[in-house]
């Protein structure tokens, strides 16, 4: 029996992704000893039915904690923003959970073996999104000479969900914590700890970001324990593009020692002409190469 298990979630109009970043895992070897399983947030019954021959497991997403259907105006997909903080209940064989976003996909198989490893002992092996070449990290308004307004993702939604001022300050400059990639075992308190904070930001503020910011609360106020692991094996593509390695046909990022990309991910989007690399595979950008030269190429996983 497999011990542990990659889930994902998609709707309908992401299952072209979520179906790539099941062909991404899938042709590696050791593939065959981890589980995947989906949750379903409207895939269409032929959609399931062609998932079903690739993966261990689809379940239905459920709202696990209760939101008044003005907020989430017919956006189903948003259960992903609770669902994720439930897991070992949708799939409760597996010992260890590795939750990758739909708009991500597997580059390197290292980047899968560091996260099951670091969520050992109870711990939470997640991604901070900072690493070289990052020029800002958070957002301020200059007023008057020192005067300044914050405007940090974490302080904002915060604020927002109407956090004490106290907690908000203390995430208003820490390193953003993105939620899309991250690992826990099925017995961590952390799945409590963060629910908790999820009830919390879900009360007041807006359901998508919610559990982000519900676990940026878990890591930098109740301060749980963290493995915090490189920047490639969650490389968010609007925040830092990669380069390309000609001779080794991958990814890399932009930076020496040039390490390969671990997981891609098009969080926010990639957009040329007004259109988003995620919905339209056809689009493509110029990327440079750690050979000095420029070609144009998707950053979508690609067979």
């Known amino acids: 029996m497999k011990k542990n298990v990659i889930v994902s979630l998609a709707d309908t109009n992401y299952y072209p992704l979520l179906d790539e970043l099941i062909n991404s895992i899938k042709r590696f070897e050791n593939s065959h000893e981890i589980a995947i399983c989906i949750l379903d947030a409207g895939l269409t019954d032929e959609q399931k039915k062609n998932l079903l021959s690739k993966v261990d497991e689809i379940k239905q997403a459920e709202w696990d904690i209760q939101v008044p259907d003005?907020?989430?105006?017919?956006?189903?997909?948003?259960?992903?923003?609770?669902?994720?903080?439930?897991?070992?209940?949708?799939?409760?064989?597996?010992?260890?959970?590795?939750?990758?976003?739909?708009?991500?996909?597997?580059?390197?198989?290292?980047?899968?073996?560091?996260?099951?490893?670091?969520?050992?002992?109870?711990?939470?092996?997640?991604?901070?999104?900072?690493?070289?070449?990052?020029?800002?990290?958070?957002?301020?308004?200059?007023?008057?000479?020192?005067?300044?307004?914050?405007?940090?993702?974490?302080?904002?939604?915060?604020?927002?969900s109407k956090i004490s001022?106290?907690?908000a300050r203390k995430l208003a400059f820490a390193p953003h914590i993105n939620i899309g990639v991250f690992s826990l075992e099925k017995e961590s308190s952390i799945w409590?700890?963060?629910?908790?904070?999820?009830?919390?930001?879900?009360?007041?503020?807006?359901?998508?970001?919610?559990?982000?910011?519900?676990?940026?609360?878990?890591?930098?106020?109740?301060n749980v324990i963290t493995e915090f692991l490189p920047l490639n094996c969650n490389w968010i593509t609007s925040n830092l593009l990669p380069k390309f390695d000609e001779e080794n046909n991958t990814f890399v990022e932009?930076?020496?020692?040039?390490?390969?990309?671990?997981?891609?991910?098009?969080?926010?989007?990639?957009?040329?002409?007004?259109?988003?690399?995620?919905?339209?595979?056809?689009?493509?950008?110029?990327?440079?190469?750690i050979q000095g030269k420029s070609v144009n190429k998707s950053l979508r996983f690609n067979n």
């Open 70 to 160: 003005s907020k989430i105006k017919g956006r189903e997909w948003l259960k992903s923003q609770v669902s994720r903080a439930f897991l070992p209940k949708y799939f409760p064989n597996y010992n260890k959970y590795l939750w990758i976003d739909c708009d991500a996909w597997v580059n390197d198989w290292k980047a899968v073996e560091l996260y099951f490893k670091a969520c050992d002992d109870s711990k939470l092996g997640i991604t901070q999104t900072i690493g070289p070449g990052y020029k800002i990290t958070s957002k301020v308004n200059w007023i008057f000479g020192k005067l300044a307004l914050v405007k940090s993702q974490n302080f904002k939604h915060a604020v927002k």
């Open 192 to 222: 409590k700890v963060w629910q908790g904070n999820l009830i919390q930001t879900l009360k007041s503020g807006e359901i998508f970001g919610s559990e982000q910011l519900a676990m940026n609360m878990s890591v930098y106020i109740d």
């Open 254 to 289: 932009p930076y020496l020692p040039n390490s390969r990309i671990g997981i891609m991910h098009l969080a926010a989007g990639i957009w040329k002409d007004n259109k988003d690399m995620r919905l339209n595979k056809e689009i493509e950008i110029d990327i440079q190469t």
């Open 165 to 167: 001022y106290d907690k």
